[in-house]
């Protein structure tokens, strides 16, 4: 592999751990106040977080270009702060994998808040906890298997992204090139060995990220049956 494609790598990675801390620290009171909801307006919060799933990412990123560019609501905010552009920059490829990735990160943890039994909220109510205490002593440590698949989850999910990211961050080498894009550019310019060097390694790291989810719920089953 060139120079680039290494460069391409350590910008997927890095955009791939970011999105992840972002989204666990945006998802958690998303899921919460999802788990905890009750009636129509839970329907709807939870198909607009589902939405990235199955809305095409040509869409969504013509609309994220229209906000985060230079004229858009938050582009124009962002520029008159920074002096920067958020489009075709790492912030705007950051804002735009936490969106497309949202689902992958808030559904594993509304599962897991919505396993904790409501008697345990009772309980740890009568002992006249906090709802913050609640939360961070009892809902966390039960939750932590959906933390662990929600992050697993969101950092595959970002390492595969291509539509979202090129309309938003475009093709700059050494800022916004990821490795989907870096191998869409080899396949057009017929060069098949390096496109396939890239996806093969992709390939292998989707694999094993998926095999150690099915693992981590597996022996999270055997513990619940014992």
Not at 60 to 78: E, N, Q, S
Request: glycine share 8%.
């Amino acid at each position: 592999m060139t120079g680039a494609d290494w460069d391409a790598v350590r910008i997927t990675a890095l955009l791939a751990l970011v999105t992840v801390l972002v989204l666990l620290v945006i998802a958690t009171p998303l899921a919460w106040g999802l788990a905890r909801a009750r009636g129509r307006w839970r329907s709807v919060g939870e198909a607009m977080v589902a939405l990235p799933l199955v809305l095409p990412p040509t869409v969504m990123g013509f609309y994220l270009l229209v906000l985060l560019g230079p004229a858009g609501a938050i582009g124009g905010w962002w520029l008159e702060l920074t002096g920067t552009t958020l489009t075709f920059s790492f912030s705007g490829l950051v804002i735009a994998s936490c969106l497309y990735s949202l689902p992958f990160a808030v559904q594993p943890l509304q599962n897991a808040f919505e396993s904790v039994s409501e008697d345990t909220l009772q309980a740890a109510a009568s002992l006249r906890a906090s709802p913050l205490d609640t939360f961070v002593t009892i809902v966390l440590p039960l939750s932590l298997r959906g933390y662990v698949t929600a992050a697993v989850l969101s950092f595959a999910h970002t390492l595969g992204e291509f539509g979202v990211l090129l309309m938003v961050g475009g093709n700059i080498p050494g800022q916004t090139r990821v490795v989907s894009i870096a191998i869409y550019e080899h396949v057009e310019t017929l060069n098949y060995a390096a496109a396939h060097q890239l996806s093969a390694g992709l390939l292998i790291v989707a694999f094993v990220i998926l095999l150690a989810v099915y693992v981590i719920n597996g022996r999270y089953r055997t513990q619940v049956v014992r």
